[in-house]
């Protein structure tokens, strides 16, 4: 899987933001925000294929969670990616 790379994770003031640049008019219900963790990941993951265990390997890491709550926060954090259509097809 991959990120939708015409997306672009912005930071105003302490939110983290997703955007589509090519729309003419924003449309703020097709903006997302992000936690510092999904932020975190949204830029170590943008342009690369990756799969779920690329996930948990960076969120035990960065985390020093276990790799079962990695697990669990990488599965929500796709199906909330897919739902919203933030990868690509």
Known sequence: MKL?????LRHVG??????DPNQGVVDMSKVF???DSAA??????????????????LL???YGI????AEH???????LFEQNDLLTP
Not at 14 to 19: A, G, K, L, Q
């Open 60 to 62: 035990v890491g960065q």
């Open 40 to 57: 975190w990941l949204w830029e170590a993951l943008i342009g690369k294929e990756f799969e779920i265990d690329v996930i948990i390997k």
């Open 33 to 35: 925000t992000l936690n």
């Open 4 to 8: 939708r790379d015409d997306l672009v």
């Open 73 to 79: 926060d990488a599965n929500k954090l796709i199906e």
């Open 66 to 69: 276990t790799e079962e709550q």
């Open 14 to 19: 302490e939110d983290h933001i997703i955007v």
